[in-house]
T-cell receptor, first 113, second 114 residues
């Protein structure tokens, strides 16, 4: 399984930017980097994904290192509703597990008012 | 379309009983995934379907677990002879395409085995 490494927890203040790091040194050239988050008592929710270039959407930005061995999810202004567990996942593009989403333990983000 | 729907939302069963969960994916999504999640852990992959074909099963999926997706539409996950260790949240997700698309998750079915 493609592995990712994330800090167990992070804290942020409301309305400040948050940078959530992820290491994926074993990534292959065609694996997509996906981020999901899970609010308490809910199913995971898609946040963003990318391959090589940085990506922006209404929820967040994804900064991908040039060698693709790490990425950073950026929440530009954290709100209390952003408190969740954030998962960085490699979605394989080839092989028997193509397209599968393998979750790690994620980063629990706390947001302080 | 209201997203991925899972039923029931909660299920309490006695040890040794069989239970069946249902997942209705988003229309026309060809991929359907089942996960299990226990408290404080990330979702653990169980199995997935490409249309009606079950393409991969996790080692976690013991012989007591079986999943089907007849006609590539809804899916069922059955657990036979439930054990207390089966108590968990069972999540279903669907996506259209493979790696370059987002997956949509249901709210899950919480199983409690007493």
């Amino acid at each position: 399984d493609a592995k990712t490494t994330q800090p167990n927890s992070m804290e942020s203040n409301e309305e400040e930017p948050v940078h959530l790091p992820c290491n994926h040194s074993t990534i292959s050239g065609t694996d997509y980097i996906h981020w999901y988050r899970q609010l308490p008592s809910q199913g995971p929710e898609y946040v963003i994904h990318g391959l090589t270039s940085n990506v922006n959407n209404r929820m967040a930005s994804l900064a991908i290192a040039e060698d693709r061995k790490s990425s950073t999810l950026i929440l530009h202004r954290a709100t209390l509703r952003d408190a969740a567990v954030y998962y960085c996942i490699l979605r394989l593009n080839y092989g028997g597990s193509q397209g599968n989403l393998i979750f790690g333990k994620g980063t629990k983000l706390s947001v302080k008012p | 379309d209201t997203g991925v729907s899972q039923n029931p939302r909660h299920k309490i069963t006695k040890r040794g009983q069989n239970v069946t969960f249902r997942c209705d994916p988003i229309s026309e999504h060809n991929r359907l995934y089942w996960y299990r999640q226990t408290l404080g852990q990330g979702p653990e992959f169980l199995t997935y379907f490409q249309n009606e074909a079950q393409l991969e099963k996790s080692r976690l999926l013991s012989d007591r677990f079986s999943a089907e997706r007849p006609k590539g539409s809804f899916s069922t996950l059955e657990i036979q002879r439930t054990e207390q260790g089966d108590s968990a949240m069972y999540l279903c997700a669907s996506s259209q395409g493979v790696s370059n698309t987002e997956a949509f998750f249901g709210q899950g079915t919480r199983l409690t085995v007493v």
